[in-house]
């Protein structure tokens, strides 16, 4: 097959146009989104994940609920407050509500108290189903927020840098 010569001026133009998408989707993986202990931090922002809009409400009245532990957290970590993360509290993925996540880093941070009792199972599953989604869980005791605030930012501060770091 012969083609003309506006025809391999399209073909070249289409793989820049993939090469430079390619490119940008590189870079944009290994954005650098903070930095803690001088250590950069890269975004691993996890796509498309399932969504369940009738669990709206649940998610609104959980904000609601005011769940000590969950405010004391959400003390430490909105508006940026912690290396300039950005959290949402009681974020909707596919059928569950869970309790913070990190777009930018793909992480759940779920918050363990008393509701977890009994649960074990139901918890496995849970984050088993968010971990083939490709995020991260670390879960927080109930406890540990209440007792000692500064130990779980540290925690988590640590795990970051040990999921996330360079």
């Not at 202990?37 to 959980?62: C, M, W």
């Not at 880093?105 to 509701?115: C, H, Q, W």
Request: hydrophobic content about 35%; proline content about 1%.
């Amino acid at each position: 097959m012969v083609y003309t010569e506006v025809e391999c001026w399209k073909v070249d133009e289409v793989k820049t146009v993939v090469e430079s998408s390619q490119a940008v989707s590189l870079q944009h993986e290994q954005e650098i989104i903070t930095y803690i202990n001088n250590t950069p931090i890269r975004r691993n922002f996890v796509e498309n994940l399932p969504y369940n809009s009738s669990l709206k409400q649940l998610a609104k009245e959980k904000r609601k609920a005011g769940i000590l532990s969950e405010v004391l957290f959400w003390q430490q970590v909105h508006k940026h407050k912690f290396h300039g993360i950005d959290f949402d509290r009681q974020r909707i993925i596919g059928n569950y509500v869970v309790d913070f996540y990190v777009k930018t880093l793909g992480i759940v941070i779920e918050i363990d108290g008393s509701s977890h009792n009994n649960k074990a199972e139901y918890d496995a599953a849970r984050q088993q189903y968010l971990e083939d989604l490709g995020l991260k869980v670390h879960r927080i005791s109930d406890s540990d927020v209440k007792k000692n605030i500064q130990v779980v930012m540290q925690e988590l501060e640590n795990y970051i840098l040990q999921e996330y770091g360079n």
